[in-house]
């Protein structure tokens, strides 16, 4: 394995000498600049330096006579004093008196040091923190901070910083990792062997080069060693950060911006200059197994972990500098009950989806950028019969299914320089159609005609089907598919059941997701027209859903099972029944959902029984029923080394 593909950027991160760093500091100062400015601290934070780099009119970077380094100035949070250095330094400390650290490796550090060389502090003197949570106990958390004299918040990210001594250690110990680990045979492509092989050897090397270093150095410059190479780098933590949707970096010496699930778009204290911003470009490209080049300086492409990725390198088609912007994977995907209680949808929608999709009939959900489409889709689909064939087709992996009937389709992109190779969503999905699924999930249709046509198709022959699409209400959904490029012919149209239309909207001074109409499609008599007819529609003022026309969705339903009115709201009430309990109890992990949908669908009555006596839990739910599955091994059926070739 080479040493580019491994860690490249953890070496380059610490590759220039203090000297240039304190240089950088000096002409400055002299030119009366402020590093921080705003609480946003310069490049080196991301690129030359690791850890916090402040101002270095307080003397922090360097002395601006001699050069020299110098300590770390003392903060006027006094820690013992505020609650979060107070708080921060016992979770560090609980975290090394605990069992989960390497006490082989390296001891526990000192209270002492934990308490006054761990982390810096001083982000507290200049802003209101507003909150903070652990984002990769006990090296990294995540504050947002309240700029009173700007009015606007700031996403700040901390970890252990490091001394001029530590970052010499550690540039040392990058040289002699990059030497141990370029000639060994490591399967890159299983990120856990890379991860254990890595760590082991940074161990390893840390032992013998690094053995009269101090206990808590050790475990800061081991923590920054799998950070850089095994991990995202300076982004890391906002990776691991729940609530951050997005990660956009516009350019070099621009703070990293992100947007958070709360706050929406916030400037964090990660900025990368230009040279490290290129560097970063090329690493984040080869994490994802692209190419970036001067020829080619775009790419599309999904990191480990399954995060989309669009990435730009600085030049020609990007003034500003190279630029990525990264939509996370969640690994834990919002269910029907988590779309509840955030009241993007209501309970009885949601009861109006379920039947209608356990009953095969087909939606598209749509709406603008960031509206929550794929999400929408992707927790209504937990209401697929258990057992039923799914085809999912993605440009980048994004639904995450609980069902195990489930063939997951990603398109690829070129493999040659001619241009061979690629397998598109059209392909896919014709693929798909042979595969006999009951239903089939398209990422996205955008303006590829084949894909359209054949998703028409698709409904036309008897599968169900689901799909995002951008447009703003059901009659420009219709419009658009209809017309040029797309030119999905009215007949075809008419296969559509439900559009369900997603918007971003505005309650008080916070931006929220919600569902602005659900409409059912009709044939308007013709073939050259169809008509749809809205059946839940969001009253703005009071930020509730109504019901605002009986469903022919619902009508067509209970004509097929020979119900009555009463026993179409029955069918009804029971599933508002689970989901207003999963709500009301708060059960909203992935698994519980998951498993008391599909006992309801194998035991309704049990299921319903346990509601009506209030005993279900969601400790029992996450249990769940365990259906064993029987496994063949090659061996089994004699081909062991067939499988092995």
Known sequence: MSDENFGSEGAELTATEEGTAFETARERRTAGSSVVGRGIETAELAATHIGPVYDPDDGSIADPDNDLPVEKPETAIVPWEHPTPRAVAETVKGYFDSDDHDEEFAGAPSAAFIEE????????????????HWVNAPFAYVSVLYDEAANEHIYHVSEPHLNWFERYVHRDLVSKLRNSLMYRDIDVSDQQEMSDVFEAEAKNVIRNHAAAVDDGSIHKLLYYLLRDFINFGPIDPLMRDSPIEDISCDGHDIPVFVYHREYRDLPTNIVFDRERLDSYAFRLAQQSGKQLTISNPMVDATLPGGSRMQLTLGGEVSTRGSNFTIRKFSDIPFTPVDLIKTNTFSVEQMAYFWLAIQNNRSLVFAGGTGSGKTSSMN???????????????????????PHRNWIQSVTRGKVSAEGQGEIGMYHLLQAALRQRPEYIIVGEIRTDERVALTFFQALSTGHTAYTTFHADSPETVLTRLHNKPLNVPMQMLADLDIISVQRQAHLDDERVRRNHVVAEIGDAGDHDSVQTRQIFRRDAASDSYDRV?????????????????????????????????????????????????????????????????????????????????????????????????
């Open 379 to 401: 927790a209504v689909s937990f209401f697929i019969p258990p057992n039923s064939k799914i085809v999912s087709i993605e440009d980048t992996r994004e639904v995450d299914l």
């Open 549 to 645: 026309a009986d469903s022919g969705v619902l009508a067509e339903i209970a004509d097929e099972y020979g119900w009555d009115d009463d026993q179409l709201r029955q069918q009804l009430d029971d599933r508002r029944a689970v989901l207003r309990y999963l709500v009301d109890n708060d059960i909203t992990s992935y698994t519980a959902v998951a498993n008391a949908i599909q006992w309801f669908y194998r035991k309704r009555s049990e299921l319903l029984a346990a509601i009506r006596a209030g005993s279900l839990t969601e400790a029992h739910l996450a249990a769940g029923q365990q259906y064993a599955v029987d496994t063949l091994s090659p061996t089994d059926l004699g081909v062991e080394d067939l499988v092995h070739d």
């Open 117 to 132: 060389q761990f982390f810096d502090f001083r982000y507290l003197d200049a802003y209101e923190e507003v909150e903070y």
